[in-house]
């Protein structure tokens, strides 16, 4: 069975601090994650997938198919990156599943 | 580019009765996602049509049921509502090619009294 988990609802780092939203997922073929963004009073958008090996507002995730995990990280967060974060993935069924969402809270 | 515009904005029902909820895609896109956001459950998948097909369904009963029209517009119905189905109902559409990105509306809240 797809299943992705996020195990924080929460995260809340001060203003050019590290950042890593966790992301595990369980999936026994070959999956295709994405990371997808929704700040206040916008509707949810793509942030970045793996297959695209991008950088996205200074964001990257890295699949560890070993750990199933694709966490998002960013070195150094700022104020506007303040929003919902939901890890998705999609496998051959076309199906896309999301995690249950971690709120990112960046202070000042 | 126009995005997906989804109607109504809200939509208020009594225990019992239907809903009809509609989405557009973007132009081009054949592929239309209905996904329930409940608080507190996140976003849990209920239907999938491409090219007017049901592709997949989520774990949702047979009173929740959709379509897809011939122009690719979707529409979500459910049937015999409950207080539990309250939520925002987000529609998404995307290319049909695989791992293509969705690109959601602003949803439609349903209130069921």
């Known amino acids: 069975a797809q299943r992705v988990t996020q195990p924080e609802k929460l995260l809340s780092v001060f203003k050019g601090a590290p950042v890593e939203l966790k992301c595990n997922y369980s999936?026994?073929?070959?999956?295709?994650l994405f990371w997808y963004v929704q700040y206040s009073r916008q509707r949810l958008q793509l942030l970045l997938r793996?297959?695209s090996r991008e950088s996205i507002k200074g964001f990257t995730a890295d699949l560890n198919k070993g750990e199933t995990s694709f966490h998002l990280k960013k070195p150094f967060a700022q104020e506007e990156d303040s929003a919902m974060y939901y890890c998705a993935l999609q496998g051959n069924t076309g199906k896309l599943i999301f995690g249950q969402g971690t709120t990112l809270q960046v202070k000042p | 580019e126009a995005g997906v515009t989804q109607s109504p904005t809200h939509l208020i029902k009594t225990r019992g009765q239907q809903a009809t909820l509609r989405c557009s895609p973007i132009s081009g896109h054949t592929s239309v996602y209905w996904y329930q956001q409940a608080l507190g459950l996140g976003l849990q998948f209920l239907l999938w049509?491409?090219?007017?097909?049901?592709?997949n369904r989520g774990n949702f009963p047979p009173r929740f049921s959709g379509r897809q029209f011939p122009n690719y517009s979707s529409e979500l119905n459910v049937n015999a509502l409950e207080l539990e189905d309250s939520a925002l109902y987000l529609c998404?559409?995307?290319?049909?090619?695989?791992?293509?990105?969705?690109?959601f509306g602003n949803g439609t809240r349903l209130t069921v009294t």
């Open positions: 049509y491409d090219e007017g097909e049901e592709r």
């Open positions: 999936y026994s073929g070959s999956p295709e």
């Open positions: 793996h297959i």
């Open positions: 998404a559409s995307s290319l049909e090619d695989s791992f293509s990105p969705l690109h």
